[in-house]
């Protein structure tokens, strides 16, 4: 099957292996790495939280997503997301700790071997919700400074040791094929149409969220009302330091990959998982 990554593949032969056996066709034996992917989501989100927020906050958050509707259900069903979110979501907090100077070399670490892992696993979507963050976070504070941690060349190196021996291998094997069937025959068409019949029109992602996102969503109105308030006040705002903490970084991660998706023809449900734990954790903020 050569439109997808592999990552999710490994991790549910490797789970039947050490728990099963592939001839006993016991589903829940593939779904453990989604359980797994979901727990890590959860703690990930904590380290995030305790980056940006008070441990309290930090706390709400990651429990208020650990229990939300849509990354249960993922967590129960034997697919990619919930392991994608896991990873997502632990480059995002690696992020977050070295945005507020609280993260060193392991965290840069951290945040390109989430990024190499998440690409076995989703393909752009892990650095691509990084990348929009990135760019977020320099068009409104005008600081590239504390980026250039990241350059750090140990962490790219790795995150290219995680995936080209399986890019080389996929191509090598399909004759150049594999990145034609992933890009032209499932990314493009998501981006052009409502591929397999799964459009819908903006907006529909938020509509979902009243339901996908509870519980936290009964607290993120208040949480997204106070982070605006607090992007608004200049003065905190230091330009050697990064002014408006934590609101404008969990706006950044969350509101520019939302409304990617939100304008991409194609839709399923899943799609803004990646968002979740920044407005889980801005609804813990809210709630405590």
Known sequence: RNKKPVGIYWLQAASVKLFSKPLAHEIWAYR??????????????FWAGTA???????????????????????????????????????????????YTGKGGKLSVLVFWAALGAGILVKGP??????????LALFAFEKRAAWMKALLFPPGPILAALIVLPWFIAIQSATGGGFLNDAVGGDVAPKLKGGQEGHFAPPGVHLLTLILLGFPFILALPSGLIAAIESVRDKSGADANRMPRTPALFLLCWALPIWLFFEL???KLVHYTLPAYPALALLSGWAFT
């Open 32 to 45: 453990l790495p989604s359980v797994l992917g979901a727990l890590m989501a959860a703690l990930a989100a």
């Open 52 to 98: 940006l927020l008070p441990r309290r906050a930090a706390f709400a958050g990651a429990a208020l997503l650990a229990v939300c509707v849509l990354l249960g259900t993922e967590g129960m069903i034997a697919k990619t997301d919930a392991v994608l979110c896991g990873l997502t979501t632990l480059a995002m907090a690696a992020l977050a700790q070295i």
């Open 125 to 134: 979507i892990t650095p691509l919700t990084a990348g929009l963050a990135l």
């Open 264 to 266: 991409m023809p194609t």
